[in-house]
């Protein structure tokens, strides 16, 4: 207990500039000038940690001697940070790896200095520090760097785009946030100012993963600008990027890509012929299915399980008779089915049975699927006496759900995904992401659904710019000229 004041004393006089030129308690008087400060203490204790060494009680009672020392850095306020930097600064003249310790350190300079610190912490991460090594450290720092909404935390948030391997589990949720999620999570929180930040690094940026990180998050805001670099990426870029800037081409969904991404189905190699799959899935094409059907013949399991997803998605005959076949025909017992229950299921949704369907003629078949198709669609269009909401409504709501961080419940609890798009225009992305950006602080899986409902808002606006049908369609054409 006196050695604990003791540090916590000497700490708070550092922290408030004093200097102790008197004894003030008799153990002053006593103090060994070569003995370590409570602050190399605090340093000494974090160094070196390797996790996988401690176990049970030994991993209990470190962990509480790291608490100590990350309070006593703490309640020493620049002093703190200052060490943390001067031993963060030798072990980069020793050329040492500390990877734990530097991520450590990171967090601390973090809570410290906040923004004052945003620019030391981005060079840590950005310093050749494998991140995933202490997942928690990273993301919870960013995480709430990301909820300032400064650009002065950029730098860190651009950091950790170069990491695909880090991942925190929720505790409370029992979920797992990996990648693309934790990024999600991140740049969504800081909302979108941030968007630019990502499209500029797209241009500047060497590192492939980083250049993969950010198209997936300007395909998911639906960012105009980005989608010229992100077709470059998906013609010339190297993996992991070409592969996301694919997937990317499918999400805008553009009248001009369709040939691409068709094309691209002709690869040898089942990961990039997945990517090109995954893609004309969003796109929503119904041109693409008959370059899809010869795929359930691959060897790729994966490759199959896409294309079943697929060909289900694309509701039209010959996908049917596809997925029918291949219900008999697939390698795997699992495979057969599940196929076999998409093809039940597709056909229940449209209020008949396989016998019921196979008996009708083709084009009785392919007016039962279009209405198929086109019930999905009611969800986004204003029923016959529906309530209105005006964009002066929308604003309204927008402000609500930001200050309860939720599009559920009080005022607007009435409006759903079709009220929204009947008001809103695609200059309303921005608020739309701006809601996203206050739902994100909520960091759960519930939150999630809502997330997903707001990016089916905003990929129908965003696809309002350019095309005459928004969701599955006979042929992607461009919309109408206004």
């Not at 740049?187 to 690094?201: I, T």
């Not at 993963?209 to 639906?222: D, I, Q, Y």
Request: overall charge negative; glycine content about 6%; proline content about 5%.
């Amino acid at each position: 207990m006196r050695y604990a004041f003791r540090a916590k004393f000497i700490a708070a006089c550092v922290y408030a500039g004093a200097v102790l030129t008197t004894p003030t308690v008799g153990w002053c008087a006593e103090a060994d000038p070569a003995a370590p400060s409570p602050l190399d203490e605090a340093v000494a204790t974090m160094r070196g940690i390797r996790p996988e060494e401690f176990k049970g009680e030994q991993a209990k009672a470190k962990g509480e001697e790291l608490n100590a020392a990350w309070e006593t850095l703490m309640e020493a306020g620049p002093a703190g940070a200052a060490r943390l930097k001067k031993e963060l600064a030798a072990l980069r003249d020793r050329q040492e790896q500390d990877d734990y310790f530097k991520l450590a350190a990171a967090a601390l300079l973090w809570q410290i200095g906040k923004t004052k610190e945003a620019d030391t912490v981005a060079r840590i991460w950005s310093g050749g520090v494998d991140l995933s090594i202490n997942y928690n450290y990273v993301f919870y720092t960013a995480y709430e760097a990301a909820r300032t909404q400064d650009e002065a935390v950029l730098p860190m948030l651009s950091a950790l785009l170069g990491d695909r391997a880090g991942r925190v589990f929720l505790n409370q949720h029992m979920m797992w946030v990996p990648w693309p999620l934790s990024h999600e999570f991140v740049w969504g929180a800081f909302g979108p100012k941030g968007l630019p930040a990502l499209l500029r690094l797209l241009a500047e940026t060497t590192d492939e993963t980083t250049r993969a990180s950010a198209v997936h998050l300007l395909a998911k805001a639906h960012y105009l600008p980005a989608l010229g670099g992100i077709r470059r990426l998906a013609a010339e870029g190297a993996d992991p990027v070409r592969r996301e800037a694919v997937k990317a081409l499918g999400t805008f969904g553009h009248p001009e890509d369709f040939a691409f991404l068709a094309a691209g189905l002709k690869t040898d190699d089942p990961e990039d012929t997945w990517a090109f799959a995954y893609a004309l899935y969003e796109y929503e094409d119904l041109r693409a299915v008959p370059y899809l059907v010869p795929l359930l013949k691959s060897g790729d399991a994966a490759l199959r399980a896409e294309v079943v997803a697929c060909l289900s998605h694309l509701a039209m005959p010959a996908a049917v008779d596809a997925l029918h076949r291949h219900a008999a025909e697939a390698p795997l017992e699992a495979e057969r089915k599940e196929t076999g229950q998409a093809v039940a299921g597709m056909l229940k949704r449209a209020g008949t049975s396989w016998d019921a369907y196979a008996a009708m003629a083709e084009d009785a078949q392919a007016r039962l699927l279009a209405a198929l198709r086109e019930d999905r669609q009611r969800r986004y269009h204003l029923k016959p006496g529906d309530r209105r909401l005006t964009h002066a409504d929308l604003l309204k709501a927008a402000a609500e759900w930001q200050e309860a961080c939720s599009i559920t419940g009080g005022t607007y609890e009435w409006v759903e995904e079709r009220h929204v798009l009947d008001a809103a225009t695609p200059a309303d992305i921005p608020l739309l992401l701006d809601v996203e950006a206050k739902v994100y602080r909520r960091l759960s899986d519930e939150c999630l659904y809502e997330i997903r409902t707001l990016d089916t808002l905003i990929r129908r606006l965003g696809r309002r710019r350019y095309r005459k049908h928004l969701g599955v369609c006979d042929t992607v054409r461009p919309s109408d000229p206004p």
